[in-house]
């Protein structure tokens, strides 16, 4: 069950509501489309039931997502979904529970009445938490943990104080008595809280043509001058794109992050053909393989671990029967709803699970570095 956020309308004011992980929203009211951005990542609210009070933010991080293992002769995944307290502070609950899925969140905000705590809980660590979530289906050493995430974010949880005994302001109960000598809280304090949600109309920035997009698409695409444009940085980037044209009329378009990369170690995977080679594919090595770079050819979409794993695959070892066609408007195009910064994290295991006979190649290779990606 997605979490909920309620938010007004930056055009007319009126009341909406998205899912955490929406970026593009659509006014029903106005019909005005704005584009989310939030730097690192998106921070929200629980809104609190205790009116008069004086409001303690305490920040909890959230990690939801795939976890992929690479282990002897096979790759393992498990869908992750956990929060963890920010703050190193006792007698505060470990954990969210279901409130975000009770209640509707709100964004964090700059002019946000109370005060904020800081996390000292950060993004790796919460995908170290992750990971231990995996130990439990790691029974051998493996050689590879990658996490695909789908939602990264740090939600706030409402408290406050009466004397020196602190509250959930959400369920208005009593929660731990906190030393009266001194002040705890303060050290944790965050003076400057910088984030801030912006909004930004979805306006092709070559030609000012209105961009098309889903209401979870990371990459927007103008169907008036053929371009498509990704969300990084609080704006739209240009990326490259092409296209490998259907045999039908009125086929479905899915997009895929062509990622080109070599590996470091003693692999040698510079090229195409090196790929075919290691990775002992039942093919014959043609000539101009040695020339072409290698890529690895990533869903851009979610899809469920088997499946994306799977399409990673057969897609980058068949890449060479892959043309690409001229640049066409108009096609029938799914939504691009992974991040690239999320399809990298999958080319090790790609790589990996592409390797026909891993008994024999995973003993001698520790480790399945990559250098540069595109
Ligand atoms: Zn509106
Ligand atoms: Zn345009």
Known sequence: MP????????????????????RLLRCPYCGVKNYLFAGDMFRFVLPDRAPGKEIIYVPYMRFKGNVFLCKNASIDHRVVDITRLGVPL?????????????????FVTHDMAGSILSSTLKSDDI?????????AFVSKKFFHRAYIGEALSRIYLPLYMEGNKLFDAITNQFLVSLPADHDVLAPLMDKCPRWNVTFSPTICPNCGWD???EKDSVVLTCSNCDSAWQASDGRFAEVSFNVVPGSREGSLYLPFWK???E?????????????????????VVQKDWENRGMSYWIPAFKIRPRIYMHLSKQLTISQEKFETGDRVSRLNLYPVTLPHSEAVQSLKITLADSIMSKEKLFPHKKTLGYGRYL
């Open 90 to 106: 006792s007698g505060i609950p470990l954990s969210l529970g279901f409130r975000p899925q009770a209640m509707k969140m709100k």
């Open 263 to 283: 590996t470091k170690n003693e692999m040698g995977i510079r090229s195409y053909a090196d790929f075919i080679r290691v990775t002992n594919q039942p093919k």
């Open 127 to 135: 995908l170290d938490s992750a990971g231990a979530h995996t130990a």
């Open 211 to 213: 961009l098309d997009g």
């Open 3 to 22: 979490f909920i956020v309620e938010h007004e309308c930056p055009q007319c004011g009126a009341p909406v509501e998205l899912e955490e992980t929406n």
């Open 259 to 261: 990622i080109s990369a």
